[in-house]
Every structure is written in C-alpha cells, then in structure tokens.
C-alpha cells in the first residue's frame, strides 16, 4: 500500500521489462486490466519502453492512479513514428483526434461517466518522446509549429486529472496536452452546430455547464522541458490549476517567429474559464514564457520568467466579461545569456517576422464576442506589484553575434503592453510595478484602445528606470480610439505617484481625446 495511492500492483510483476530493452505494452495493459478487477492503482517502475499508449479511460476507470517510483528513476520512454501531420489532417484548428500518438492518454473520465469524485493522478515519472524522424514531424527546411501531433500526456474531455511531479521531453507538440474533442464532434441541440462552433459564433456562452470541457484539472511540481510546440497547453478548461511547475528550453531557436516553444499555455486557443497559473518558473523558452487567454477568470500570479525570448506573460482575452489578474510575477530578460545560448546552438535569429520586440507583459482584449456598448459592462484587469528587468547585451556578445552572421537580439519593445480592441466597458488598474532596462525602442508602459470600449484606468505608483527612451515615444503612452456614434465621449484616466528616471530625458506624457485625466504625484 501506498501512503497516497493506496493498494496498488506493479506492472513488473506482470512482465513489464524494467531495463527499457523489450516493449512492455502489453504487460502494462494486463497490469491495468487485473488493477480495475482488484480497484486498486498501478506502480511503474524501471526505464520502460513502449509501442503504444497507456490509455486510463472508463474502462479502468477504477484504477485512480498511475505512479512510479519518481522522476529520475521511473521513465516511459516512446517512438511512435507520426502519420501525416497536424497542419494537413486538421482542416480547423484544435479539431483534431491525437491520442494514439501520445505516451499516456487520459480520456472520457467525465465526472458524469466516472463520478464527481473520482480523481485520476499520473504522478512521480518521466516521459520521454524519442522522435524517430525530426525533420519531417517538425518541419523540413522551414520548420512549422502545427506539424507534429505527439503530445508526451494527453488528456481528453476528462475531469479531477491530477499530474504532479512528471517530467515530460521530447514531443513534437506538447509536453502536456487538455484537449476536447468533443467540443467539436458534438452538437448544440437546435442549432445544428459544435458546441465549439457556437461558443466562437456568440450563440451559446462559454460558461454555460452544457459546453464540454474539462473541469478541475490540475499539474503541479513537473518538469516540461524541449517539447516544440510547448511545455503545457491546455485549451476548453474549467477550474483549471497549474501551479509549481517548471518550463524551459521549448521550441526552436529556428521557429522564433512562429509562435512555438511557449513555456505555459493556460485556457488559450479556446475557451478556459477559472485558470490559475501560478508560483511557477520558465526559462529559456523560444516564444513567451506564460501565455493565457479567458473566458471567465484568470489569475497568473507569483511566477518566475526568465530568458524567454520574444516576451513574459502574454494575454489574449476573447470573451469580454473576462477578469484578469497579473501580479507579482517576476520577469528578467538577459540578453548576454540570450545571445551566448544562440551562438552556442549553431542558430540565429532570422531578420525579420511577425513578432516585432519583447514585451514583458502583454494584455490583448479581443473583440471576437459580446457586444457590449457604453458603460453596461465593465471588466476588471488588473497589472499589479510586477518586477520587470530587462538587461542588455554587452560588448563581447554584440561582437560576437556580428562575426557569426546571427543576426540581432529582439529589442526590447515595452515593459507593459494594454491594448483594447472591444467595444464594451473595462477598468484597468496598473500600479506599483518596477519596470527597470537600458533601453526601450517604444514605451516602458503602454495602453492603446482602437475599440470604442469605454476606459476607467488607473495608472498608479509605478517605477519606471532606463537610460534611454526612443525619442518619437514617451514612459507613459496612452491613445484612446473614437467612439461609438451618440456615445460621447467617457471614461477616465488617472496617473499618480509613479517615479520615472530616465538617462538620456526625453519623457513627455501624451493622450487624447480624454473628457478628464488627473496627473499627479511626484
């Protein structure tokens, strides 16, 4: 017996073959099947190799958990050669079946097939992904983020799944993988459409209970390192906590430009509501360290980002009655490790691309759903008690990057970045951050609406230090778009007590088409 797992069986004891010489699927499986007959869990031990995936769906539903011994003695290791890939056999995005690609799958333990209680775990082991062909799952030549479909853990329409204390490399997608497939292969009734469908059509809220997800899912303590795509993606998720976790070194210094290699990726692609991420560390990562998207709340607080290389924490909100929350979050970028990491890889940053500068912390509001105009409805964001270091590349590392050929680091763009592009209410409350870099090729903070939403910002107690601002921008830079005919003009801006030095002074504090702002402090 366990102290936390309860009764369990050993998959050696069923044949399963310790040294990773001989396949040891089968063994697992029979393992599996004599653990649901008993109701108890199953223990892996050893460096384990197999064909195929261990698959925890209803038909085991009474095995809770699957552990080994912990992440440095008991590894799964795996080489399923990819058919096709998911930018072909995927007309839309996100709709596409890739379980039989992954090395542990869990799937249809729905709290209504399996119970609201019942837990699955997947704790203390390693899975390692040993791609048999690389430049054709992750792209010849060109390198693509949407060709591999290998996912080191894939978890689908399932609730209370568990991870804590993995440690998953090697995928060709992601280390960890929440998905539905259900969201797209079921239909609203009456309406004649996916449930997907309907909630990016605006016909059926994401909140609504009917809308498959997966609820109070959970990964903590675990180790997601080299996946292409990322360490941890998880989209259609409700209460969904990822907490303690590390993600480094995803993607390719290849694909800087392409989106993959995020560290953390919560509740974003499609509808997430209630996620926490947080008390986290990335490192590394070719894109962003945390990326979020919500459709209710989220909270990214207390994590530790550093040397992710095209920015922080990035959100992107589709849902317009979504509250966000960053704070506390530590962000350092160094550049001198940054280019030393690029030479010693034999890569390069490519000239040009999508991504046009680093943004320590960027918070994108969509206008994709709900129309709301005025005043009716205003959503909360909060930006509070962040620390932003960005420091640059020195002398020996400029020269050296010059006489390999590999290019220019990304410049640094924008300490915090708001931009608003919908058309109903919002606050935004920006305070007590430090926000410290050499230099910036645009504003230290940001905020921008092109939406005809109307803005309460505060932006308060802010510490903001550079030697160098670019002379066409200023330390505080906010653009307010045209409203909506018969609206008039609303909102308010107010900007006290934050403490700007900068080196070379050229810092000036620009708006318009404000009714009335309150500048004050020191």
């Known amino acids: 017996s366990h102290p936390v797992y309860g009764l369990y069986v050993r998959a050696a004891d069923f044949g399963a073959d310790v040294s990773g010489k001989t396949d040891s699927s089968a063994a697992i499986d029979q393992a599996l ?7 108890v869990s199953v223990q892996l031990s050893g460096k384990l190799y197999i064909s195929r995936p261990i698959v925890l769906d209803e038909n085991n539903r009474n095995v809770h958990a699957l552990f080994g011994e912990g ?15 998911y930018a072909s056999d995927s007309q839309n995005p996100n709709e596409l079946d890739v379980a039989e690609y992954a090395g542990i799958v869990v799937r249809g333990r729905d709290s209504s097939v399996v119970g609201k209680d019942h837990k699955t775990i997947i704790a203390q082991l390693a899975v390692v992904y040993e791609d048999p062909d690389p430049q054709r799952t992750r792209g010849a030549g060109g390198w693509s983020m949407n060709l591999g479909k290998v996912n080191g853990i894939y978890v689908d329409d399932s609730d209370n799944v568990w991870i804590d204390q993995v440690d998953v490399s090697g995928a060709n997608r992601a ?3 929440f998905d539905s497939n259900n969201s797209y292969r079921q239909q609203v009734p009456r309406l004649g459409i996916s449930y997907k469908e309907a909630v990016r059509t605006n016909k059926i809220a994401p909140t609504d209970p009917s809308v498959p ?6 990964v903590t303590n675990s180790k997601l390192h080299h996946n292409h795509m990322g360490g941890l993606l998880a989209a259609f998720q409700r209460d969904l906590l990822i907490e303690k976790n590390e993600a480094s070194d995803n993607g390719s210094i290849r694909e800087i430009w392409s989106g993959t290699g995020i560290g953390i990726m919560g509740g974003a692609q499609m509808y997430g509501q209630k996620v926490k991420i947080r008390n986290n560390k990335t490192e590394d990562n070719t894109s962003v360290g945390i990326s979020g998207g919500a459709d209710g709340e989220l909270l990214i607080e207390g994590n530790q980002l550093e040397g992710d290389r095209l920015g922080g924490i990035s959100v992107v909100t589709a849902d317009l009655s979504s509250r966000v929350s960053i704070t506390n979050n530590k962000i350092v970028r160094r550049q001198d490790k940054e280019a030393k990491n690029i030479l010693a890889s034999g890569g ?7 991504a046009v500068g680093y943004k320590g912390i960027s918070l994108n509001r969509d206008a994709s759903r709900q129309y709301v105009s005025g005043r009716a409805s205003t959503t909360p964001y909060v930006i509070e008690r962040n620390e932003l270091t960005m420091t640059p590349m020195g002398d020996d590392a400029r020269r050296m990057m010059a006489l390999s050929h590999s290019g220019t680091l990304i410049p640094h763009e924008n300490g915090i970045y708001f931009h608003n592009r919908a058309h109903n209410g919002y606050s935004l409350k920006l305070a007590n951050n430090q926000i410290s870099s050499k230099e910036f090729s645009k504003a230290p903070v940001a905020v921008i609406s092109d939406g005809s939403g109307v803005g ?5 107690a802010n510490g903001i230090q550079a030697e160098y601002i670019n002379l066409n921008t200023s330390a505080i830079f906010m653009k307010e778009g045209k409203p909506q005919a018969n609206e008039g003009q609303q909102g308010n801006i107010v900007i006290k007590n934050n403490r700007v030095n900068i080196g070379r002074p ?3 504090y620009t708006a318009d088409q404000f009714p009335a702002f309150d500048i004050g402090g020191p």
């Open 506 to 508: 050229d810092f000036r």
């Open 33 to 39: 099947r004599f653990a649901e007959a008993k109701q």
């Open 456 to 460: 309460d910002v505060q932006i308060l």
């Open 213 to 218: 997800a997966g609820d109070n899912n959970r």
């Open 348 to 354: 390069s940053y490519p000239q040009s691309g999508s």
């Open 175 to 177: 280390g960890i993988y």
């Open 71 to 85: 992440m440095d003695k008991t590894t799964v290791r795996f080489n399923t050669k990819q058919k096709g890939s």
